[in-house]
C-alpha cells in the first residue's frame, strides 16, 4: 500500500501489514527515502510470495525479498515507472 499528504504528492511512502494477523500498518523505512517526491501509483506495486518491488515517477525500482521488511533500489535513472510486474 502506498499513501501520501494529498493528490499531489511531495510526501509519499510505502506502508506495510501481515495479512496473517491484526494491526496497524507500518511505514516500510530499511533503503527506503525517508519521503519520495510523488505518489506511488498502484499499478507499479507488486508482489508475488515474499517478494514485493515498485518504481517511481523518478525512474526508480525497489525491491524487497523480505515481504517488504526491507528494500534495495536496483534501478535508476528510467523513465517514469509507470507499470511493473515480477514474474
Not at 515474499?50 to 515481504?67: H, K, M
Request: with cysteine; net charge negative; aromatic share 10%.
Amino acid at each position: 500500500m502506498s499513501a501520501s499528504t494529498g493528490p499531489d504528492g511531495g510526501k509519499a511512502a510505502i506502508y506495510r501489514h501481515p495479512l496473517d494477523k491484526p494491526g496497524a500498518f507500518s511505514k516500510c523505512e530499511q533503503g527506503l527515502p525517508e519521503w519520495f517526491n510523488d505518489n506511488i501509483n498502484t499499478g507499479t506495486l507488486a508482489i508475488s510470495g515474499n517478494l514485493a518491488a515498485f518504481g517511481t515517477t523518478d525512474g526508480e525500482i525497489f525491491f524487497s525479498d523480505d515481504v517488504g521488511n526491507s528494500w534495495k533500489r536496483i534501478a535508476v535513472d528510467l523513465a517514469p515507472i509507470c507499470c511493473l510486474n515480477l514474474i
